[in-house]
């Protein structure tokens, strides 16, 4: 069983930065996509950013520019740099990858979400 634990989330100021992780742990051959969706109260779901395992990148347009995400195929994981954040960005930030195991399937996993707010 493939398991996601999303961390970085926190308070910071308009401006400020913020770098949240995604781990993955079980038997994991590799990550071969990933993507950050995230959530703010009374809004629905945003598809912030995703990248291939080859290093493709897509950008919401409302981070792009501002939002860099990375996987980390050494070390199971992967990544979200958000800089210059504003109020906008508030909210709970999901990640989702397809992992392929190391029995040879591929499984779709979502992480419980990481906090990120955004205030003066």
């Known amino acids: 069983q493939v398991q996601l634990v999303e961390s970085g989330g926190g308070l910071v100021q308009p401006g400020g930065s913020l770098r949240l992780s995604c781990a993955a742990s079980g038997s994991i051959f590799s990550i071969n996509f990933m993507g950050w969706v995230r959530q703010a109260p009374g809004k629905q779901r945003e598809l912030v950013a995703t990248?291939?395992?080859?290093?493709?990148?897509y950008y919401g347009d409302s981070v792009k520019g501002r939002f860099t995400i990375a996987i980390d195929n050494a070390n199971h994981a992967g990544y979200l740099r958000m800089d210059n954040l504003n109020v906008e960005d508030t909210a709970v930030y999901y990640c989702?990858?397809?992992?392929?195991?190391?029995?040879?399937?591929?499984?779709?996993?979502w992480g419980q979400g990481t906090q990120v707010t955004v205030s003066s």
């Open positions: 989702n990858a397809n992992i392929n195991t190391t029995t040879r399937s591929a499984q779709n996993v």
């Open positions: 990248s291939t395992g080859s290093g493709i990148t």
